[in-house]
């Protein structure tokens, strides 16, 4: 949760690229052992954070050692995979930024459709590499993490079929989906700009010569060069171009926007030897080449080309022209046919075969300038790319790898549709947090212990309750180097102050003789949080994070202390982790661990985390999109019926295994998420009265060695 008054007091104010102005900022650094995390290291002026009078939580401060949450997942992807943008063009997955328009896809209706999205975060890590090659000749470089989407479903690059790392991956039996290999955007080669050149004067421009009678009867000639456009990108890039090329161009307004027809813009030059240079840059070259055919497509495209209702044709009434598309076409390997109207003036098309497959793959051979014709938003994902896994292969070596985290939660990488790390937002329900403190930039509060001595030891000071954990994990990965909750716990005793841990992280084993001896001094509550049983749905929601086992572990560990454990199963998932097998079973599992209660409690979908759930809802459960809409049609709850038909499906379990007693809060059995009016917290997680529990004589476990 996040309160107004929790904040990082620092002093002298430092600005540091990449992060919000951050003030006492020691240094930043990336450790081999944290791959994809920045630590940022810094000295903190103050260490209670006061919970708002009005609020109904059953504590008074809190004290986070961290900023930011490094409980993730991070999928990764080769620096070169060409990540596709908004505007149609690709862009290296290393060489995007947050805030970038690219496009990801959407179920809509029956189908699942591409969509406009953007980058919302974007790091690196160096992790093994795994090729995955398709039948129609794409390669992907992945980690073993990376997940695609196939005919199937999202499927990871490795895995195995049995055992602890069983989970769906790639097998020759998949498909992925997308419009598969593309080709590279060309470059700006004089032979690319006099083939555009070539196909946009040729295509629309009015260069002609004129004779001319002057006033005084002597007769001249007129020298026009005119361009007249409704799309400026066209326009732009061909006056550019011919700058290039020494020719200096006015524009003007060629006519206005009425009811039925945009604005046209143009330019133009009527000095001859500019109008003889121009001449002879669209001349038909003696020797063709790639890059000239590359530029007099596009170059003809932006000029008489369109792209609609999933057909792309270039019309004209010139045969000259017709046949010099068509063998350009050819020359790249593309299949065209010839489309006469019998339309006035002889004008006849030029229509490119293959769909989608074939539309993306000459935007990006020729790269038109005027991008509403290479738009894919709202095109359905079908395809008849040859899209089957060919082989997946490890590289052998760690190399460099990126990820990004986007709106809809998947990108399009090299053609085919691709998870992103989704963590970001998933983490902030599962953490039992509707903030946005969730970073992979970490705020690390060096001298937390101190500070909190400190301000422990002033006479005002009234020994009031004091949680951890409930906003980020104070043990995530970065307390095993840091080492700041050992501090923390012995000021925390010391003072004589009651004290909670709200935790998924199983290096809370590391610190339990600490606390087993500090609970002799003052009252401790310790929680683990615990929000899916299911081994497949935890891999899809909370990838990087404990496993189940692992977390039931560490309630077993805390338990066989001596302290007391309460777990939050959290959140319960309608459809998908209600079921009374599925409850059985956890609960079941919890109580086996020694756990001194639980609070179970049902999804809640604030917003931030309402929009990327429901994003994961449409790829991985459809079926249950509409369900869910009705469940949360009016906000952020769910009804009390469903609520009461759940309280009345655990309420028997938790008696049952004697865990239906609750520690603070709400009375009611289904409580709320820490922040909420209802909030309930499982017995044993908050400190005092005092619980008693006798260690758990478990049978001796035999080693293999």
Not at 115 to 123: K, S
Not at 283 to 305: I, S
Not at 570 to 599: C, F, M, N, S, Y
Request: proline share 5%; charged share 25%; hydrophobic share 40%.
């Amino acid at each position: 949760m996040r309160w107004d008054a929790q904040r990082l007091d620092l002093v002298e104010p430092e600005v540091l690229p990449g992060l919000p102005t951050v003030a006492g900022l020691l240094r930043s650094l990336q450790v081999p052992e944290f791959p994809g995390l920045t630590l940022h290291e810094v000295r903190a002026k103050s260490a209670l954070n006061k919970v708002p009078e009005d609020s109904a939580m059953p504590f008074a401060y809190t004290v986070n050692t961290f900023r930011g949450c490094s409980h993730a997942c991070v999928y990764c992807l080769e620096g070169d995979t060409a990540v596709l943008m908004a505007d149609g063009r690709t862009r290296r997955i290393a060489d995007l930024r947050v805030g970038d328009q690219i496009i990801g896809t959407e179920v809509v209706g029956s189908y699942r459709r591409y969509v406009a999205t953007d980058v919302r975060a974007h790091w690196s890590t160096r992790k093994l590499g795994y090729t995955v090659r398709l039948q129609d000749g794409t390669e992907l470089v992945a980690s073993g993490d990376h997940r695609f989407l196939t005919g199937r479903g999202w499927k990871h690059v490795t895995g195995t079929t049995a055992g602890r790392d069983r989970r769906p991956h790639l097998t020759t039996n998949d498909s992925m989906l997308g419009f598969g290999k593309t080709s590279e955007t060309p470059k700006a080669t004089d032979g690319y700009r006099r083939g555009y050149l070539t196909g946009m004067v040729r295509g629309d421009a009015d260069l002609k010569r004129y004779a001319t009678t002057r006033r005084n009867g002597q007769r001249g000639v007129l020298h026009r060069f005119r361009l007249a456009l409704a799309d400026v990108e066209a326009l732009d890039r061909s006056q550019q171009m011919l700058a290039e090329e020494g020719i200096r161009t006015d524009r003007f307004d060629f006519s206005p926007q009425t009811e039925v027809r945009q604005a046209i813009t143009a330019i133009r030059t009527q000095r001859r030897g500019d109008f003889e240079r121009i001449t002879e840059l669209v001349a038909w070259p003696e020797r063709l080449t790639d890059e000239w055919r590359r530029g007099f497509l596009a170059g003809v495209f932006d000029a008489e080309g369109s792209r609609s209702a999933g057909i792309l044709r270039i019309a004209n009434c010139d045969e000259e022209m017709l046949s010099r598309t068509e063998e350009a076409f050819s020359a790249f390997g593309f299949d065209t046919v010839r489309e006469d109207r019998h339309r006035p003036g002889g004008l006849q098309y030029v229509r490119l075969r293959g769909g989608l497959r074939e539309h993306m793959r000459f935007i990006h051979l020729v790269d038109p300038a005027i991008r509403r014709k290479c738009a894919v938003a709202g095109i359905a994902i079908t395809s008849d790319a040859d899209l089957r896994v060919a082989s997946v292969e490890p590289t052998g070596v760690e190399m460099p790898m990126y990820d990004i985290t986007t709106g809809t939660g998947d990108f399009i990488a090299n053609g085919v549709v691709s998870h992103n790390c989704f963590a970001r937002k998933t983490h902030e329900w599962l953490e039992l947090d509707s903030g946005a403190d969730f970073d992979q930039e970490i705020v690390v509060k060096t001298n937390i212990a101190d500070v909190l001595r400190r301000e422990l030891s002033r006479p005002s000071w009234k020994r009031e309750h004091v949680a951890l954990g409930t906003n980020t994990d104070p043990y995530q990965r970065a307390e095993g180097r840091y080492r700041l909750m050992p501090g923390v716990i012995e000021a925390l005793a010391r003072s004589g102050t009651p004290f909670s841990i709200l935790t998924k992280g199983t290096l809370a084993r590391r610190d339990l003789p600490l606390l087993a001896a500090a609970s002799k001094d003052v009252p401790i509550g310790m929680g683990v949080s615990l929000a899916i049983w299911d081994d497949d749905l935890h891999r899809s929601l909370e990838p990087g994070v404990p496993t189940p086992r692992a977390r039931l572990e560490l309630v077993r560990q805390i338990v066989d202390a001596g302290l007391p454990c309460g777990v939050f199963l959290a959140p319960v998932l309608p459809g998908l982790t209600d079921q009374r097998e599925h409850l059985e079973k956890a609960i079941a599992a919890v109580a086996a661990a020694g756990a001194t209660g639980v609070t179970v409690v049902p999804l809640h979908l604030r917003p931030g985390a309402r929009e990327w759930f429901t994003a994961w809802l449409s790829r991985e459960h459809p079926r249950l999109v509409s369900r869910y809409k009705s469940l949360y049609g009016r906000g952020a709850y769910l009804p009390a019926e469903y609520r009461d038909w759940l309280s009345a499906r655990v309420a028997p379990l938790l008696a049952a295994h004697g865990l239906d007693r609750h520690g603070g809060g709400a009375a009611r059995g289904i409580g709320g998420l820490p922040g909420d009016e209802t909030a309930s917290f499982p017995f044993g997680s908050l400190p005092g009265p005092a619980v008693v529990v006798e260690p758990v004589d478990r049978p001796e476990q035999l080693s293999l060695c």
